[in-house]
């Protein structure tokens, strides 16, 4: 701790005997002993609660990033899902037998109204499902039970959006 040699040690003792005199220096020793002794203890202990302290937020940190990572990784997973989910319905859009890329809106209009509602609805629910996971992906940090109850209409949202 400190860098005091046995001379410098031998001459402060010669000093207190001749200051303090041969009677009172074994108490004066005993008593800058239990001071040093009590400033030791009470020093080693501050260290080793700021040690604890900062291996603590260490550990929060990283339990942090490791739930940061796994949300992303839902996300991910979701998006995914949801990306072939898309991808299969467009397929299976494309190879009915009357899908025409060529065709006029008047035969489109004779031949596919009952298709065309069935693939509106699923295009509503890929989109409905891709809103989902896009609201997960831009709030990770919240919690999922607030994130769930967020009102879903278009407007509050926008206002929610504009508040943050």
């Known amino acids: 701790m400190f860098n005091i040699h046995s001379t410098e040690i031998l001459l402060i003792l010669i000093v207190a005997l001749v200051v303090i005199g041969p009677e ?12 040093v002794g009590r400033f030791r203890r009470s020093f080693y202990k501050v260290k080793a609660e700021i040690e604890r302290e900062l291996n603590t937020d260490e550990i929060r940190r990283q339990l942090h ?14 998006v995914e899902s949801v990306a072939k989910e898309t991808e299969t319905s467009v ?12 065709a006029s809106n008047a035969t489109d209009d004779q031949n596919c ?11 509503q629910e ?27 209409d278009k407007k509050t949202i926008k206002q929610n959006d504009g508040i943050s």
Do not use: C
């Open 91 to 102: 397929n299976k859009i494309v190879n009915t037998d009357n899908f025409d890329p060529g």
């Open 24 to 35: 009172r220096l074994p108490m004066a020793v005993k008593t800058v002993g239990l001071w």
């Open 113 to 123: 109204d009952q298709e065309e509602k069935s693939i509106q609805e699923e295009l």
């Open 65 to 78: 990033n490791e739930s940061v990572l796994a949300q992303i990784d839902e996300a991910k997973a979701k």
């Open 126 to 152: 890929v989109s409905d499902q891709v809103e989902e996971v896009a609201k997960e992906i831009y709030h990770p940090n919240g919690n999922p039970k607030v994130v769930n109850s967020e009102p879903t």
